[in-house]
């Protein structure tokens, strides 16, 4: 995974840059998407905004550290605002309002949370671990193992953001898009054998 960190619009813009060179080579063009807040901060008067905005395409991942930016990018807000590519998510209601906030919108957005659950998991609302640890890998059960309240706080505090938090923002936004990925080519896969149901099956050798 390569994960470029930044408050700076201009880094922005140049990952940007190069992610739309590669999803436009891609069949499917899926972004990851993420934002992370302090859930139990904000108020009627001081409303939640977002802090920290992932994006991951592939293996590379975006961690802005937005509430610290140095201007606000205008391609950014293309970028997330039209219809040329898929941008999947998790639970993704408070974070479409969050971002909102900002001045920054999702329209073509997925909530990999209505499409899918783990048929084995009883647990009634599943999370992004279960999910992401089902499809795969069951490491993934413990990706927020030690990450609570405390550092949940601690996303608006000034840059640079600790290695800790680094590394959760960029864990997440990779497996929110890993796993629609994966969802996707599973469907389709299923669609195409259905499509191709009349046709005479036999080995490929």
């Known amino acids: 995974m390569k994960v470029l960190y930044t408050n700076a619009a201009s880094s922005v813009e140049e990952w940007i840059t190069n992610a739309e060179s590669s999803l436009d080579s891609s069949a499917r063009k899926i972004v990851g998407v993420d934002v992370e807040y302090d859930k139990l901060n904000g108020s009627y008067f001081s409303p939640k905004k977002a802090d920290v905005i992932q994006l991951c395409v592939g293996t590379d991942v975006l961690v802005y550290h937005i509430c610290h930016a140095d201007e606000r990018s205008e391609k950014l807000y293309e970028f997330l605002f039209g219809y040329r590519y898929t941008f999947a998510g998790f639970c993704v209601a408070e974070d479409r309002t969050v971002l909102s906030r900002s001045k920054y919108y999702i329209h073509n957005l997925k909530d990999i949370q209505a499409i899918w659950r783990d048929p084995d998991n009883k647990k ?82």
């Open 124 to 205: 009634r609302l599943q999370g992004l671990k279960d999910v992401a640890g089902a499809i795969i890998d069951p490491i993934y059960f413990e990706m927020k193992d030690g990450f609570g309240r405390k550092e949940h706080r601690m996303w608006a505090d000034p840059p640079p953001l600790p290695p800790k938090h680094l590394e959760y923002a960029a864990r997440d936004a990779y497996a929110t898009y890993e796993v629609f990925r994966r969802l996707d080519v599973f469907e389709r896969g299923f669609f195409s054998l259905f499509k191709h149901s009349e046709k005479k099956r036999g080995r490929d050798w």
